[in-house]
């Protein structure tokens, strides 16, 4: 237990703390109950919220006691947006948010053994209380002028919008949760993004005011690209978990076409590896770049933990069948319908001929260049090379009913679409 925040600091999981001294002497001297809590904003967690879980997911390994809130009652108000008014969800739409949420953190988190981690939904304890209870006992420890200075609030408040009253009491609220889980469980810790450093402050200071005590906040930092980029749902490019919403192939490939000059912070913050593999991989990065070893290897360490084995093997087949030597007919269907999804192509019927499909796929612009490329031997259709420019496309050619693989070249990787 007493080198688990170093550890965190190494693999850059740490951006705040209220008192780094003294959360890692309560490290060493643990354990310690700790939480981390998730509003069903959307249906999904994301890659950031990832970061959380991996450190909560060390943090029990290492012996403390962790604590899973989902939002069912945060999740109703929301956190303010720095632009705008959130859209309230339905309290069934919430409901069913919270679910799905349950099912992700349960497959990252060991909620048995010896030291099993535990669920808590916030709507448990904020829905009996009255209007005036959350008033008398909660809001009073509260002063405007130090919650008008979050950054978001204070944006909101110079906007020509403003803010309501639903939404600014929103840091009451996060408040609220770690006042009980304190009392409750003798939880000392929360734990969330950079971003939500003021409302874990806003827990820190009510139970400082509410019970004369020292609680922790630390926050991971946001997940950014080389570029400095944010992914999340803010920018329109978050990376999420759940597989309905970003298929395992398509979040596998994301990780393979890693920038090199990204991937070893990457390969810190997300998997287990200890130091001498990833200086390993750092080197292998500097020398031999080509190879991509260092994303190869992080691209399974990662879509193992949020997929599983059997996916991680499923969408490495599809890799290897779509760009290598593979068999592309022993793909599932669901692996094909993913890993095809970003190829260019175009919907042809059964019985058109190689030459045609290859116009309307885009590899070739004339008939005259298709006969061109299948007389030098560069065509292949579901990597069976095709050697008869005459050649069609019949029924037993579009795998699964649905596709069928054009390719010039190696790299070059067109489908054709069954016309329905």
Known sequence: MSDIFDELQWRGLVAQTTDGAALREALADGPITMYVGFDPSADSLHIGNLVQLIVARKLQRAGHRVLCLVGGSTGLIGDPKPDSERVLRSKDEVAGAVD?????????????????????????????????????????????????????????????????????????????????????????????????????????????????????????????????????????????????????????????????????????????????????????????????????????????????????????????????????????ARTLRDATAELSGGEVAVGTSVVDALIAVGIADSRNAARRLIGEGGVSVNNVKVADEGAELDADAFLHGQIALLKRGRKHLAAARLVR
């Open 100 to 332: 799905r949420i349950r099912q992700q953190v349960a497959s990252l988190l060991d909620f048995e053994g010896d030291n099993p981690a535990t669920m808590v939904n916030n709507l448990d304890w904020t829905a009996p209380i009255s209007a005036l209870d959350f008033l008398r006992d909660y809001g009073k420890h509260f002063r405007v002028n130090a919650m008008i200075k979050k950054e978001a609030v204070a944006r909101r408040l110079n906007s020509d919008q403003g803010i309501s009253y639903t939404e600014f009491s929103y840091q009451i609220l996060q408040g609220l949760d770690f006042l009980h889980l304190y009392r409750a469980e003798g939880c000392t810790l929360q734990l969330g993004g950079s971003d939500q450093w003021g409302n874990l402050l806003a827990g820190v200071d009510l139970i400082r005011s509410a019970e004369s005590t020292a609680v922790h906040a630390m926050t991971t930092p946001l997940i950014t690209d080389a570029n400095g980029r944010k992914y999340g749902k803010s920018e329109g490019n978050a990376l999420w978990l759940n597989p309905d919403r970003m298929s395992p192939y398509a979040f596998y490939q994301f990780w393979i076409n890693l920038d090199d000059a990204d991937v070893i912070d990457k390969m810190r913050v997300f998997t287990d590896l200890d130091r001498a593999a990833i200086d390993d991989y750092a080197r292998q990065v500097a020398d031999e770049p080509f190879r991509r070893a260092a994303q190869r290897a992080l691209a399974a360490e990662i879509t193992t933990l949020v997929h599983g084995a059997a996916a991680t093997t499923a969408v490495q087949a599809a890799s290897e069948a779509l760009f290598g030597k593979g068999d592309v007919s022993a793909l599932d």
